[in-house]
């Protein structure tokens, strides 16, 4: 085959592959590493990155040894910038690269993540101190460490069996060892103080190679090349993928993924107390857990409030007037000193938190009887859905379920019971219904209603309650208050009335 007919095929079937996962987890949430050896010609090097294939645009480059063969007499800074000069992909080496988000609205999070990636120099991240590092991570929802790693400890395999040709000796290999092992170490100090995120150390050669105490690090995704020989591990501490190696003979090139839960906490090294943030901060704090929110309500000042890994945040308008704020919307709040809050933070997340726990109980037992017959099963305010159009209504008060079929807020129709909805809208669905159906507990079968048409949106109202109580559970935030001598599920109680 022709040179660039191979380079062709290459790329199309790494494409195929990209696009086999951007298009199930979108194109914003990959990152792709290529990690080194993709060739020991510059030319070949140039062609390839310059190709128009969809990977290639979420794709970062990991030098090999194989790419330093054709620049002897050079220094490994200087080979990295005539690679840098070539390439139309970025080139990491030794430098962290933090991934942070992409706010293209001001005003609205959705759960797309679009990465922006910074990186740090290696006289960048030497010249300050841990601290300082640490906290320039707080904003990153991936942090990488990137860098050819050479072989400096490695006794058997390294510069004087040639791996680098004429461009490295033996001297050289274990000083540029030392000097990422080195960054290595301060890398490891600055993120042991950031917790809920993706940390990454993607070398060409492993660690034993370029670290003399080769200890993985809990946690840490180590990715790594060279050697040839593929190795996986992840028990969820100790975290090795080395198993994608194509060797000199792979004609059929792919990606592996690395599933990550990249939900993290900006906030999570702040101790107890209130704090005046920014709105910024703030839209931050919810695209950071992946939740969706708009916010187009205009605030002098917010305030973060935090107790116990619980937040609650308060907004004062210009007028003077505080409120809490349940996403993007503010509520009133009667007492207008946020001491206050702080103060009843604990009482006031007990009051809703455990009536909340029985009533999520049972949504639950009820979403996962759903699940196993083949329904959806998502919970969301008082609602669980069976699909995009048939839902079950879980009375907050008495916890009793309604079965409805609703093609929008204001046309819908009741059922008097779970198997008569299935019946008429999904009947592919009663085999195991009928199967599954001991697993629900016995209240959630009585009817509230007779089979008719419902137009009132009313259920929504307090379905939207509801939600805001269950952050507490999903996201550790207070979103609504309550007066201390008030039950908030007795403000609920006319919800029998509806469905």
């Known amino acids: 085959e022709g040179v660039n007919t191979v380079l062709r ?7 195929n592959s990209y696009k086999e996962y951007a298009n199930f987890l979108a194109d914003g949430n990959v990152v792709v590493i290529l990690d080194g050896d993709i060739t020991h010609s510059p030319y070949l090097f140039e062609q390839f990155t310059k190709m128009h294939y969809r990977f290639l645009e979420k794709a970062f480059i990991i030098l090999g040894n194989h790419e330093l063969w054709a620049y002897p007499g050079l220094t490994i800074n200087e080979i990295v910038t005539k690679y840098r000069g070539l390439s139309s992909v970025p080139i990491l080496h030794n430098e962290i690269i933090l991934f942070q988000d992409t706010i293209y609205n001001k005003n609205q999070v959705t759960k797309d993540i679009s990465y922006f990636p910074r990186t740090l120099s290696y006289d960048a991240v030497m010249n300050q101190s841990v601290d300082e590092l640490s906290k320039q991570m707080l904003s990153a929802r991936i942090i990488m460490l990137a860098g050819i790693g050479f072989s400096g400890c490695n006794d058997e395999f ?19 060892s030392n000097m990422f092992a080195e960054l290595y170490d301060r890398f490891i100090a600055a993120t042991k103080a950031i917790k809920d995120r993706v940390v990454i150390v993607a070398t060409h050669m492993p660690i034993n190679d370029w670290k003399k105490s080769s ?16 190795f996986f591990h992840d028990d969820g501490m100790i975290r090795i993928y080395a198993d994608n190696q194509n060797g000199y003979h792979g004609r059929n090139p792919s990606f592996k993924c690395i599933y990550s839960d990249d939900i993290y906490d900006p906030f999570v090294s702040y101790e107890d107390g209130i704090y005046e943030i920014t709105k910024y901060d703030y839209i931050l704090f919810y695209r950071a857990k992946k939740m969706s929110m708009q916010m187009n309500g205009e605030y002098e000042k917010i305030f973060m409030l935090k107790k116990n890994n619980y937040y609650c945040f308060l907004a004062r308008l210009k007028s003077g007037k505080l409120s809490i704020l349940n996403g993007g919307r503010g509520s009133s709040l009667l007492i207008k000193d946020i001491n206050y809050y702080f103060d009843q ?10 009536p909340l726990s029985q009533y999520t109980s049972i949504q639950k037992q009820i979403s996962e009887t759903i699940k196993s017959f083949g329904g959806e099963g998502r919970i969301h305010g008082c609602i669980v859905d069976i699909d995009y159009y048939n839902h079950l209504y879980v009375n907050p008060v008495d916890g009793k379920v309604t079965p409805y079929y609703a093609t929008s807020m204001i046309d819908k129709t009741v059922y008097p019971d779970f198997r008569a909805l299935l019946e008429e809208h999904r009947p592919d669905l009663i085999e195991g219904y009928d199967t599954a159906i001991n697993m629900l507990p016995g209240e959630v079968l009585n009817s509230l209603v007779t089979s008719s048409r419902y137009s009132s ?17 999903e ?18 109680e006319d919800a029998d009335s509806y469905l």
């Open 9 to 15: 095929r290459v790329g199309q079937k790494l494409d």
């Open 158 to 176: 390294n510069a004087n069996n040639g791996i680098y040709r004429a461009t490295l000796s033996r001297e050289q290999e274990i000083a540029e």
């Open 215 to 230: 200890l993985y690090e809990d946690g840490i995704i180590y990715l790594s090349g060279h050697t040839h020989k593929n």
């Open 345 to 354: 933070m604990e009482k006031e997340i007990e009051q809703i938190s455990s």
């Open 457 to 473: 949106t009313d259920i929504y109202k307090y379905s939207r309650k509801i939600k805001a109580m269950q952050y507490l559970q």
């Open 475 to 492: 996201a550790s935030v207070l979103r609504c208050w309550y007066n201390m001598d008030s039950d908030p599920y007795q403000l609920l």
